[in-house]
């Protein structure tokens, strides 16, 4: 990959959005995970302003740290950059609260963490409604249109997606290029989603650079039986999530009704 060019043609894509678009910038949420600091950064490029949220919900200590010591060297190397933290907390404690309970908490710990996600998204398109800005999104290419390890209408309610053509070990080339601090790339990926420091291989089973050689090989026509022990493990985990969450990587469906039906008998 021409990590530069690609750098600048992402910057480039960015302006020419906005601009069109008649938007001043760019908000975006700052979990402490890579993808969020490469998004964030290629957006403080553009010279557009952009505020980044800080969003913790019962958040790990160590992911609260690395998103605000990112946005603090966003803000000392780009003047265009502003911060706003949002406690969340209390929020989703409160909704938390008002539904009913169930028999078995651990029932409902998927929703819960999913509502975070979308709890997060409310308070982005708050912020771009209020300031004429564009909600950024930070999935991936494998996140987004492999495996769809996202929430929907969660971090995948956004308004562009300026780094979900690159691969997670693309995004990380970037990275090294742009500068971003250490600790962020050297950290375990994970969707921060559970308050406690639980990675996203933890929850899917592959890293990524296995998942992105199974998406490599669904594209190329390929089926479990052509691979044996941790390669068809591998793939067998990419295919189920894959065609399990197609619900999130295709438009949704609309009943389209026959003409004949809609035409009125006389």
Not at 92 to 112: Q, Y
Not at 222 to 237: L, N, S, W
Request: hydrophobic fraction near 40%; include cysteine.
């Amino acid at each position: 990959m021409q990590t530069e060019k690609v750098i600048e043609y992402i910057v480039k894509w960015l302006i020419d959005y906005a601009t069109t678009a008649k938007q001043k910038g760019f908000v975006i949420g700052i979990s402490g995970g890579i993808d969020s600091a490469v998004t964030s950064t290629l957006c403080a490029k553009t010279g557009l302003e952009l505020l980044c949220l800080e969003m913790p919900i019962h958040q790990a200590e160590n992911q609260s740290d690395r998103a605000s010591r990112h946005i603090d060297w966003l803000i000392a190397n780009f003047p265009n950059v502003k911060r706003q933290p949002v406690n969340l907390t209390p929020v989703f404690d409160s909704l938390v609260a008002a539904l009913p309970t169930v028999d078995n908490e651990e029932d409902r710990f998927m929703s819960l963490a999913n509502t975070r996600a979308r709890l997060r998204m409310t308070s982005l398109y708050y912020f771009a409604a209020l300031e004429r800005y564009l909600v950024a999104g930070t999935g991936n290419k494998v996140e987004d249109f492999g495996v769809g390890f996202y929430t929907k209408y969660g971090d995948g309610g956004v308004d562009l997606s300026p780094i979900a053509d690159l691969m997670k070990t693309e995004v990380y080339d970037i990275a090294k290029v742009l500068d971003i601090n250490q600790e962020i790339i050297g950290a375990a990926p994970t969707d921060g989603l559970w308050g406690d420091d639980r990675t996203d291989e933890d929850q899917i089973g592959a890293s990524y650079p296995e998942l992105e050689w199974a998406m490599t090989m669904k594209d190329e026509g390929k089926i479990a039986d052509d691979f044996e022990g941790r390669q068809k493990e591998v793939y067998a985990i990419f295919t189920r999530l894959n065609t399990m969450n197609q619900h999130k990587m295709i438009p949704i469906p609309v009943c389209e009704i026959p003409e004949r039906l809609k035409q009125q008998l006389n």
